[in-house]
């Protein structure tokens, strides 16, 4: 079974903070993922990876960055918090791209951040 | 006007009933379509890709409209393990970029 691990299940800063997702997935997909999901909106794509240090902007990628030093580990980074980011914070990985047909997309088990 | 929309229910329905759901889309080139499901407190899975001729997965029937730009999921003989969030997922563009609804909300009750 493909097996998406975040690092963090819930976490509470300051708003200012530096804050760091973490997110390793161990079937060596290409592709990974950075979601966000709040209610009435759904999930909403910050950031993707296609490969080692490739990286893409979603729909909402204002005051996020992303790391993808190795295959397995994609990190998100909100280099200072604020608290329209509190938020669940959902990692994915897919072997293919997400939008074709055998796409899957796997989830990690969500990060819930709180920004006070 | 978002880009996918679905009714965010709840649907409360009984034991053994038949249940379908419907998801709209705006961007009429839209190339691929999957339903996901969520549990309470858990990550998406996926549930089913939906094809252009429509696909069958045991009690879950999944149909593409694209004349109309909607979706839908039908559960026949619902089970108490059915109740969880929906959500109706869009790849406008293709590639990496998937659009999620908000989800709809199935609960199923003895």
């Known amino acids: 079974d493909v097996k998406v691990t975040q690092s963090s299940r819930y976490l509470v800063k300051r708003t200012g903070e530096k804050v760091f997702l973490e997110c390793v997935q161990d079937?060596?997909?290409?592709?990974m993922f950075w979601y966000r999901q709040d209610p009435g909106l759904g999930l909403r794509l910050i950031y993707f990876?296609?490969?080692?240090?490739?990286?893409e902007k979603g729909d909402i990628p204002e005051g996020y960055s992303v790391s993808r030093e190795k295959k397995e580990r994609f990190s998100l980074i909100l280099e200072s918090a604020s608290t329209n980011q509190t938020s669940m914070y959902l990692c994915?990985?897919?072997?293919?791209?997400?939008?074709?047909?055998?796409?899957?997309?796997?989830f990690g088990e969500g990060s819930r951040l709180t920004v006070l | 006007r978002k880009e996918v929309e679905q009714d965010p229910g709840p649907f409360n329905v009984p034991e053994g009933a038949t249940v379908a759901f419907n998801c709209t889309y705006s961007n009429s080139a839209s190339q691929s379509f999957f339903w996901y499901r969520q549990d309470c407190r858990k990550e998406p899975k996926l549930l089913m890709s939906v094809y252009s001729s429509g696909n069958e997965d045991g009690r879950f029937t999944a149909q593409l409209n694209r004349a109309s730009q909607y979706i839908s999921l039908l559960i026949r003989d619902s089970k108490l393990s059915d109740s969880a969030t929906y959500l109706c997922?869009?790849?406008?563009?293709?590639?990496?970029?998937?659009?999620f609804g908000a989800g709809t909300i199935l609960r199923v009750k003895s």
């Open positions: 079937m060596d997909h290409e592709n």
């Open positions: 994915a990985s897919s072997l293919v791209a997400s939008g074709s047909d055998t796409g899957e997309l796997f």
């Open positions: 990876s296609y490969d080692v240090k490739m990286k």
């Open positions: 997922v869009v790849n406008p563009v293709g590639g990496n970029k998937l659009v």
